[in-house]
């Protein structure tokens, strides 16, 4: 028989075979023949029951572990099987490139079963949305953005489109859990299930993450605890920790070598990692990471100045340019990529034979994802070669090596308190709905917190300031909510988070990309030239009404520049993993002997003055008081706020250090620890940063600012720190 390599594993005893037979003959017979696979993997096999019982699930697996077809073959097969009809599964991912990149091979799979998938994003023409509307497909590949602009649009049918849906798949839930999206996205599928009026399957894709279970209990929303759910992921060693706060690395534990060639280099500037990055691994494919758009740009310049071929992706530049990029690398050979994270997720760019970071990713989570990008092919290992710029990013990166090395992956934790996303959601239900019943408008969400009862406050300040009309028991929309996300059929009320303005780029009609308005106001001297694309413009003409520049080739030169759309700094654990690196301990990887001596620098002349094994350190040089705590931006915040009879109070706390009064004498120091207790304070926010909280308009600001404050601190490291002995060691 066809599958009949497939059942193999049932003669060698293998338990789990009988699963397949689950599975629709039809889809067996394709992953033979049409895939040419001998076997599924085992995160394929573990899914098959779970997903064919209509249990939620988590999907665990490293990049290209086959969850995309974990997911799809037992749902086709359900779909079979159960006689599914219209569009019964969504597909949602974080990015459009990653949709429009996977929507060809769930199409193809549907197909095996005379079934049709399709794509439905910010970009999807009109008339394959007129299609889609007309002939409802099968699966539906969207992003949540999107799936709410259906929702409260007036062209679509929503309940006719999406009321079928069975089953949800998210990829990448750990992207969306993240952040805000994700709140965004659990709302949108509370409200998707009262169109179907049923309980809507959740299946979520991820690599590795350091609290699996409780990131499937955050997917099921408001059903937890009445549904069933798993987390499958066979061969993946988590961690034995489920958090990410000081207990995870205050003790220093054994350190092995992991699973990949990883070699830590020190380089000294951008301009040195583009020369070796130029001389190495010539006719290989090489996917190189930065971590800012700026640095995406310098490089990819200078290796194009080297007669390297290179290709960029970031999020400023135009879908055609991104597409056409990662179109050439995929097919090319002897060439480079440079992108930010916006190729970390599973987008597909070909068989890479390397990965390289520019200085460090700030998390293992994101290391793991791009790490994983390599050793895809029969006979090739996972590699990274890390060439870090600068001291800072080196302790950095070795910090990071060594929680890896110890199989150590953050949480993924949803941003704390989201009370812009309750306004945005009011607004948008009530849109959808046209209208909303003043005393039953928390059953939206089916009681999910905190979109519940416990958002009256928000509903109350919404109807007193005209965001919401009150007229005989229901609410409608109101003039200050069409004043402020009318606009293009309230599409601003679609997406959760908040983009910094920028300038279109124009060559001719030819759109490069986008870059900051202060690149163009800001004084040169010389003729105003733009770094875009790994290339070189002059501006010609500035449309300052339409935010368009326009520009022609230039020779060489310019400037890359885009705001910071919000410092978060580094974790506890990473902070702390530096400070066990300057006291002496190495990661289990290739160490050149540029990073030797660096290290070894570092430790030398650095340490003595920053790190202590028996705890912290308070030093002065001079006026200069510092308090070195290891402990991560989050929680020197929390503590600045805290200790505020000692700290200075114009000052912004860093990763490592808080700078105390400049007349601290350790007296002073005790009595205000021991007045501390339990007390902590929530960190001092400025109130320009509530502007980048998308919706902050639709709040009271004292709850603006709360909610900033809370998504600021880190209470548990910040108690850990003040727990630890302190010294003191003044010059002088």
């Not at 070795?398 to 009011?426: D, I, K, M, N, T």
Request: charged content about 25%; some cysteine.
């Amino acid at each position: 028989m066809a599958d009949a390599g497939l059942r193999a594993g049932k003669d060698q005893g293998d338990e789990d075979a009988d699963v397949l037979d689950r599975l629709d003959p039809v889809v067996l017979h394709h992953i033979v023949n049409t895939l040419g696979w001998p076997d599924l993997r085992p995160l394929q096999r573990a899914a098959i029951t779970p997903l064919m019982q209509g249990q939620d699930a988590l999907l665990l697996a490293p990049t290209a572990g086959g969850k995309t077809e974990a997911a799809c073959f037992p749902l086709l097969s359900a779909m079979t099987e159960q006689k599914w009809t219209g569009t019964s599964v969504l597909y949602l991912c974080p990015l459009k490139a990653l949709l429009n990149n996977l929507v060809v091979r769930v199409d193809s799979y549907a197909q095996w079963l005379g079934r049709r998938a399709a794509l439905w994003h910010g970009d999807t023409k009109e008339s394959q949305r007129q299609r889609i509307r007309a002939e409802a497909p099968d699966i539906l590949l969207t992003t949540p953005e999107s799936l709410e602009a259906v929702l409260i649009g007036v062209k679509t049918d929503h309940a006719r489109l999406l009321g079928s849906v069975r089953a949800v798949v998210i990829d990448e839930v750990h992207a969306f859990a993240a952040d805000d999206r994700g709140w965004h996205l659990l709302a949108v599928l509370e409200r998707l299930e009262r169109v179907t009026g049923r309980p809507i399957q959740r299946v979520g894709l991820s690599a590795t993450v350091g609290n699996p279970a409780e990131l499937l209990h955050w997917l099921q929303g408001a059903g937890v605890g009445s549904r069933t759910g798993q987390v499958v992921a066979p061969g993946v060693h988590l961690p034995a920790t489920d958090s990410n706060g000081p207990g995870d690395t205050a003790t220093p534990g054994p350190s092995r070598r992991p699973a990949g060639e990883v070699e830590l280099d020190y380089v000294g500037s951008l301009e040195n990692a583009a020369k070796l990055i130029a001389a190495l691994h010539r006719g290989e494919k090489r996917l190189v990471f930065c971590d800012s758009r700026r640095q995406v740009e310098e490089l990819g310049a200078a290796l194009r100045a080297r007669e390297v071929t290179v290709f960029l992706s970031h999020a400023s530049l135009s879908v055609d340019e991104r597409t056409r990029s990662e179109q050439a690398f995929a097919e090319a050979r002897d060439c480079v990529i440079v992108s930010t994270s916006t190729l970390e997720l599973g987008i597909d760019v070909g068989d890479l034979d390397r990965v390289i970071q520019i200085d460090s990713p700030a998390s293992v989570a994101s290391f793991l994802q791009r790490i994983g990008r390599t050793g895809r092919r029969p006979g090739t290992v996972r590699n990274c070669l890390f060439l870090t710029t600068r001291k800072e990013t080196l302790l950095q990166a070795a910090g990071l090596l060594l929680l890896w090395s110890r199989g150590w992956v953050e949480s993924v934790v949803p941003p704390s308190e989201p009370r812009h996303l309750v306004a945005q959601q009011l607004l948008a239900v009530t849109l959808q709905q046209h209208k909303l019943g003043d005393q039953l408008w928390d059953r939206q969400w089916n009681g999910l917190a905190p979109f519940d009862k416990s958002a009256a406050p928000i509903l109350r300040f919404l109807t007193e300031e005209g965001f919401l009309d009150s007229d005989g028991g229901m609410l409608f929309v109101g003039p200050e909510a069409e004043r402020r996300f009318g606009k293009r059929h309230f599409i601003e009320l679609t997406a959760s988070f908040t983009a910094p303005p920028q300038f279109t780029v124009l060559s001719g009609r030819t759109e490069i990309g986008r870059t900051d308005p202060s690149v163009l106001t800001e004084e040169r001297p010389g003729p105003r030239r733009l770094l875009l694309g790994g290339r070189s413009w002059q501006v010609t003409y500035i449309d300052w009404l339409r935010k368009r520049v326009f520009v022609e080739p230039a020779d060489s030169g310019g400037i890359a520049k885009w705001m910071n759309g919000g410092v978060t700094g580094l974790s506890y654990a990473v902070t702390r993993a530096m400070r066990e690196v300057l006291l002496g301990t190495d990661p289990p990887v290739s160490l050149t002997r540029r990073a030797e001596a660096c290290l070894a620098e570092q430790r030398e002349t650095d340490a003595p003055d920053t790190v202590h094994p028996g705890g912290t350190l308070i030093t002065r040089v001079g006026s200069d008081v510092r308090w070195w705590t290891w402990s991560g931006y989050r929680a020197n915040a929390t503590l600045a706020a805290t200790l505020q009879s000692v700290t200075d109070p114009l000052q912004r706390p860093t990763d490592s250090w808080l700078r105390l009064r400049e007349n601290l004498t350790p007296a002073a120091w005790r009595d205000a620890r021991e007045n501390v207790g339990e007390n902590l304070v929530l960190p001092d926010v400025d109130r320009r940063a509530v502007r980048g909280l998308k919706f902050s308009a639709a709040l009271p600001e004292r709850l603006a600012v709360a909610t900033v404050a809370a998504r600021l601190a880190d209470f548990e490291s910040a108690r850990s720190v003040l727990g630890e002995t302190t010294r003191f060691q003044y010059d002088g």
